[in-house]
T-cell receptor, first 117, second 110 residues
Framework: NAGVMQNPRHLVRRRGQEARLRCSPMKGHSHVYWYRQLPEEGLKFMVYLQKENIIDESGMPKERFSAEFPKEGPSILRIQQVVRGDSAAYFC???????????????FGPGTRLTVL | KQEVTQIPAALSVPEGENLVLNCSFTDSAIYNLQWFRQDPGKGLTSLLLIQSSQREQTSGRLNASLDKSSGRSTLYIAASQPGDSATYLCAVTGANNLFFGTGTRLTVIP
């Protein structure tokens, strides 16, 4: 059973371009979480998605950022008109289920390191 | 809002020593607490998960404790090895996501 996969592993964009980050959860997992790790800072929650639904996007900037998890295919984190402050490592995690509101163990991907020039 | 703090920020120990990493959180209404390991340029590896009803979990040379009422957890590493060098992250589970500390960067000197 392959782990959580993210691609690309490294992404370089110039200011104003768009960045698309992909995450394929573990087989059988239907919950996806995105986190951002800024240089020298801890991981911060961005968004939680189930198939075709955004459950919680309270950690996502209101502008330029969007996320989706379609019925088929990977989850996509999209950043429009990137700025230098978007440079960070973006991690995706997945989990198989939620039982009685208790979050199951989250399994993390290797991350995508975005550099904005 | 949940705040998670880890002390110390960095730690260097000689090989073979036992050590303790500390984690504190402000809101005791948590579902569980996890300890992760992060190697430079890599993703996170889950080490131990303690449910809110539990006091501790053990895996090999690692032992994690949880005192929910005081908002504290410790990760004990016995007989440290150079391969243990990494950043150790503590995370507490809220309703829909994890709240992470900033980590403790551990260096084990051969």
């Amino acid at each position: 059973n392959a782990g959580v996969m993210q691609n690309p592993r490294h992404l370089v964009r110039r200011r104003g371009q768009e960045a698309r980050l992909r995450c394929s959860p573990m087989k059988g997992h239907s919950h996806v979480y995105w986190y951002r790790q800024l240089p020298e800072e801890g991981l911060k929650f961005m968004v939680y998605l189930q198939k075709e639904n955004i459950i919680d996007e309270s950690g996502m900037p209101k502008e330029r950022f969007s996320a989706e998890f379609p019925k088929e295919g990977p989850s996509i984190l999209r950043i429009q008109q990137v700025v230098r402050g978007d440079s960070a490592a973006y991690f995706c995690a997945s989990s198989p289920q939620m039982t009685k509101g208790i979050t199951d163990t989250q399994y993390f991907g290797p991350g995508t390191r975005l550099t904005v020039l | 809002k949940q705040e998670v703090t880890q002390i110390p920020a960095a730690l260097s120990v000689p090989e073979g020593e036992n050590l303790v990493l500390n984690c504190s959180f402000t809101d005791s209404a948590i579902y569980n607490l996890q300890w992760f390991r992060q190697d430079p340029g890599k993703g996170l590896t889950s080490l131990l998960l303690i449910q809110s009803s539990q006091r501790e979990q053990t895996s090999g040379r690692l032992n994690a404790s949880l005192d929910k009422s005081s908002g504290r957890s410790t990760l004990y590493i016995a007989a440290s090895q150079p391969g243990d060098s990494a950043t150790y992250l503590c995370a507490v589970t809220g309703a829909n996501n994890l709240f992470f500390g900033t980590g403790t960067r551990l260096t084990v000197i051969p």
